[in-house]
Each structure stands twice: as structure tokens, then as C-alpha cells.
């Protein structure tokens, strides 16, 4: 399974981005599709996933602001992310994995793409 991720980027506080990840490979290993984001300093953290049936979870602080989907085939997954804090910034990485992925990191990664939020 490959995963491009793609959307990062500057953008003020209160302002929206949304990013990408779109995958190829084996449909069973991507099940689970997640998000997780890096920031200077800290552990890396599940910011949101989402699984067959539509089922979503979003870590607290980002409920509200952000929103997971896939399109309609499940090879993208967006993260439409809105009312974008300083708190925000960090490097965004995209996961996935298959059905027991649900709630853990999946083995699979994209690259990171870089979101700054200035204040």
C-alpha cells in the first residue's frame, strides 16, 4: 500500500485547509484510514480515523473543527480542517491499516505534509 498525502501549508488562525490522502494497493489494508499529526517536541497523536460504514472518531480538541471522509470509492481520504488554531500546527501524517487498525496506527504511512497555523 502506498499513500500520497498532499494540502499542507501557511495558513492564519481561524482560517481552513484541507488535505489528501490518496492510496493504491491491497483494499483490505485500507480498511482503516486514519490521520495522525506530529508536533515539535511531542508524540505523534490520532487526530482522526475513519472506517467502513462511515464510522469516524475525532481526538477532542479538533471535535467541531475538522472533518474525515473519504470519497466514494475509499482510495481518498480528506481531512477538512476549519477554525484552525496555533495549537494546530504540526506535521500531518496519513495511516492505514486493516480492520484490527481501528484505534492503533495501521503499518502503513504517507509522507508528512506540514501545517502552520500562525497566531
Known amino acids: 500500500v502506498q499513500l500520497q498525502a498532499s494540502g499542507g501549508g501557511l495558513v492564519q488562525a481561524g482560517g481552513s485547509l484541507r488535505l489528501s490522502c490518496a492510496a493504491s494497493?491491497?483494499?483490505?489494508?485500507?480498511?482503516?484510514r486514519a490521520w495522525y499529526r506530529q508536533a515539535p517536541g511531542k508524540q505523534r497523536e490520532l487526530v482522526a480515523s475513519i472506517r467502513d460504514a462511515g464510522i469516524k472518531y475525532y481526538e477532542d480538541s479538533v471535535k467541531g473543527r475538522f472533518t474525515i471522509s473519504r470519497d466514494g470509492d475509499g482510495t481518498t481520504v480528506y481531512l477538512q480542517m476549519s477554525s484552525l488554531k496555533p495549537e494546530d500546527t504540526a506535521v500531518y501524517y496519513c495511516?492505514?491499516?486493516?480492520?484490527?487498525?481501528?484505534?492503533?496506527?495501521?503499518?502503513?504511512w504517507g509522507q508528512g505534509t506540514l501545517v502552520t497555523v500562525s497566531s
Open positions: 494497493g491491497d483494499a483490505f489494508s485500507t480498511w482503516t
Open positions: 495511516n492505514s491499516g486493516d480492520s484490527a487498525s481501528w484505534g492503533r496506527p495501521g503499518p502503513y
